[in-house]
């Protein structure tokens, strides 16, 4: 049972607990998670996109494969690349296998994002489960509709301040369908690069040269096709893949006389490199010393913490007369623990009822950012701290 759901096995049955048991987590919808931040930055750039956020990662291999024009025997359907319930059921690759359903929701620009999975190898930037977002745009196939829509397009996007570097043309082996006309394919590639290219440049805001570059690609699911990268700190991140709809993918949505474009893009790699996130498990994390860094809208840098356990001590005192600074304090056990102190915070302040003495308690929680640490070096650092508090403090220990 997932979900509800009983799936028959068989022998293409390849999905295991640990890939169920993160289809629920469903990281782009935690609004603090930074796989939530930036589909949300993606998704301002397309206000008057429908968006479908919520839908099942388990889908059928029609809707993953087949409605996609996968050919049968293609590589990326076998059960070493997926995780299938059976033959017919699989968890979804992609986004673009909600492409149809969108298609037919009877909205003419629409934004698709979930958790999509692929088995695949094992590193700092791989994870079986990761994020992905579409965009689906179309309008009439009409030469005249077209030149509008791109106008109006051109108007409100700027795409300034972008090197781009694109010297695609449409040839042979990226070619027209040959149910387009290519005048109507020219306009509304040049609208879909265009929507790109303004998109990029808004989620990269804070580069002041950004380098854009086109290059051709081959999908099933579109012609002519197309990949974009992009120059980040002087690595070129390969960020998504696009291109103009395959018309028999609009034909069964009933869209015959409508011509369109799609892209898809992955979540991770864009958020690891603007929020500075070293590895791809951190986001799955339930740590909260991750996700309390961030908040929704904001791109900050990550700043890394301790994989190593902690050691916790509590240190209790009265003070002498009622002055106290807690920020002294601080300084006083940095200064004795150095870098092996991560937090101090206070647990306890009583004041007692006939001396109108006050007593504080406070905790102390020790960590290394590069080995365990030993109970035995922790009670000798805390000692020290005791003296000192005493000693420069004129407080009476507890
Ligand atoms: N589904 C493709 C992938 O996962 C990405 C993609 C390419 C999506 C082209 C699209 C598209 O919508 O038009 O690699």
Redesign the pocket.
């Known amino acids: 049972m997932v979900n509800g759901q009983r799936f028959p096995r068989d022998e293409w049955t390849n999905v295991t607990p640990t890939v169920l048991s993160k289809i629920n987590r469903k990281l782009h919808l935690q609004p603090q998670n930074p796989i939530s931040i930036i589909r949300q930055l993606i998704e301002s750039n397309f206000q008057d996109f429908q968006k479908f956020n919520n839908h099942s990662p388990i889908v059928t291999t029609k809707q993953n494969f087949d409605d996609l024009f996968i050919p049968k025997d293609h590589p990326s359907r076998t059960k070493s690349d997926n995780y299938y319930f059976n033959k017919d059921v699989v968890l979804r ?4 296998a909600h ?1 149809i359903q969108g298609l037919m929701s009877g909205s003419r620009k629409f934004l698709v994002s979930g958790d999509v999975y692929r088995r695949d190898e094992i590193d700092a930037s791989h994870y079986p489960v990761f994020h ?1 977002i ?1 965009g ?1 745009f179309y309008t009439d196939n009409d030469i005249q509709q077209l030149g509008t829509e791109l106008k109006q397009l051109q108007e409100d996007k700027k795409t300034t301040n972008i090197q781009l570097v694109d010297d695609t043309v449409i040839k042979p082996e990226n070619p027209y369908q040959t149910c387009h006309q290519p005048e109507a394919v020219d306009l509304i590639a040049t609208h879909l690069k265009h929507s790109i290219n303004s998109m990029i440049r808004n989620i990269f805001a804070d580069e002041p040269n950004l380098k854009v570059r086109w290059i051709d690609a081959y ?1 099933p ?2 012609s002519p ?1 197309w990949e974009v990268e992009i120059e980040y700190k002087g690595e070129w991140l390969e960020v ?4 103009v ?1 395959n018309q028999k993918i609009m034909n069964q949505a009933h869209l015959d006389d409508k011509i369109g474009w ?3 893009m992955g979540l991770e790699r864009l958020a690891m490199v603007l929020f500075g996130i070293p590895d791809i498990r951190l986001f799955w994390t339930e740590d909260e010393r991750f996700i309390n860094q961030f908040e929704p809208g904001k791109i900050n840098k990550f700043m890394p913490f301790s994989k190593y356990p902690p050691c916790i001590k509590d240190i209790s005192f009265w003070i002498s007369e009622n002055k106290w600074h807690e920020n002294d304090f601080c300084e006083l056990v940095r200064g004795v623990a150095g870098d092996l102190v991560e937090t101090v915070e206070l647990i306890d302040d009583f004041t007692h009822p006939k001396t109108n003495r006050r007593s504080l308690c406070y905790r102390i929680n020790y960590r290394s950012m590069d080995r365990n640490v030993t109970n035995e070096e922790i009670n000798i650092i805390q000692e020290n701290v005791r003296n000192t508090v005493r000693d420069e403090f004129n407080v009476e220990l507890r």
Do not use: D, P
């Open positions: 690759a992609h986004t673009s492409q992905q579409e689906v999908f699911f579109t096709s998504l893949g696009c291109g709809v799609a892209f898809g």
